[in-house]
């Protein structure tokens, strides 16, 4: 049996985003029960959904659990001793807090958070379907560093998840909060608003576009003269107030970033985003199985994913803890078993 190629995003080479050729799912909007929250989505890019998971398990389990695996590493780090919150006390990041490596989609936590059913029921109402699949995209343990010690001193990175060849809705990211996240707290920051003006960007900057071309691969990044288009047009700058255990949606267009804490709060997020598994390829499906028994990270999208960079780097380990314990809805996610 040939080997599973894991396409990998450092390296993609591909001449259109993955799954180009093939339809984008579309929401289950325009029905009589339609949420509200829903249509404040559509409208807005993103939406708060208040209580998702209860604050007591955000911050009796989910808090913990994301300490212990900080610690676990034994690096140095000791969740109550600011002396210790130091780069080199912590397994390699990005941003200041984002961990894509060591296989932390897989922890077991990572998985109890995928796999809530109210989080799970959020998704099912957003594409009406019970038959979805998951990312194994990572999340973000932030601890409020030295500047120095932060990429571009903490200096904001917007960007969108979308590459400039698939301006249709096409993915919903999501992100369980764990710990309290106000004005001053590191967190989601979006441009309300941006999302449904991704596409009318790049028609009206074609003629921008560099010999290179854009990004092919999923994502781009936005500079302060490409912003001033969209604030002309009535996009703000928002950071959501969310209280633990609160769980944002946002469309994967929106123009967003992650802030760095300003104060000695720390920034805890699980990033969570479902598909219908309808829009997986066969060969997809492989992958995915694939990826999740090496215990890989991947991008953000269920179904067109790419490896994130670093899998198997010397200075990674996969699984450095226990494999998960999978539940049923988790198994039907990754396709190991059927719905």
């Not at 600011?82 to 897989?106: A, C, E, M």
Request: overall charge negative.
């Amino acid at each position: 049996m040939p080997q599973v190629v894991l396409p990998d995003q450092s390296n993609y080479k591909g001449a259109k985003p993955v799954g180009a050729e093939r339809p984008s799912p579309q929401l289950a909007t325009g029905k009589e029960d339609e949420p509200q929250w829903l249509k404040d989505f559509q409208r807005d890019g993103y939406v708060v959904n208040k209580d998702v998971v209860s604050r007591e398990k955000a911050l009796n389990y989910y808090a913990p659990a994301g300490e212990d695996w900080l610690e676990g590493f034994k690096l140095g780090y000791k969740r109550d001793d600011p002396s210790t919150w130091d780069v080199k006390n912590l397994p390699r990041h990005i941003f200041g807090g984002l961990y894509g490596q060591y296989s932390f989609s897989h922890a077991q936590f990572v998985w109890d958070a995928k796999t809530e059913p109210n989080i799970v029921e959020l998704f099912e109402k957003l594409w009406g379907t019970k038959e979805l699949t998951v990312s194994f995209d990572g999340g973000s343990l932030a601890v409020p560093l030295p500047l120095d010690q932060v990429e571009g001193h903490a200096a904001p990175w917007p960007h969108s998840d979308q590459s400039a060849y698939r301006p249709q809705r096409h993915c919903v990211q999501g992100l369980l909060n764990i710990l309290p996240n106000g004005p001053e707290d590191g967190g989601l920051m979006v441009l309300k608003g941006s999302a449904l003006l991704f596409e009318r960007y790049f028609q009206e900057h074609k003629h921008l576009e560099s010999p290179d071309k854009w990004l092919i691969r999923d994502g781009y990044f936005w500079d302060e003269a490409e912003l001033k288009w969209f604030y002309d047009r009535g996009c703000e700058w928002v950071k959501p107030a969310m209280d633990p255990g609160d769980f944002v949606l946002w469309d994967s267009r929106q123009v967003h970033y992650g802030a760095f804490p300003k104060k000695q709060n720390k920034r805890f997020a699980i990033y969570i985003c479902y598909k219908p598994m309808a829009f997986m390829t066969e060969e997809q499906k492989e992958r995915k199985i694939e990826a999740f028994n090496r215990g890989y990270c991947t991008t953000h999208d269920p179904c067109d994913f790419l490896v994130k960079s670093n899998q198997e780097a010397e200075w990674n380990v996969n699984f450095p803890y226990a494999k998960p314990v999978i539940n049923e809805q988790g198994q039907k996610a990754i396709g190991l078993i059927p719905y």
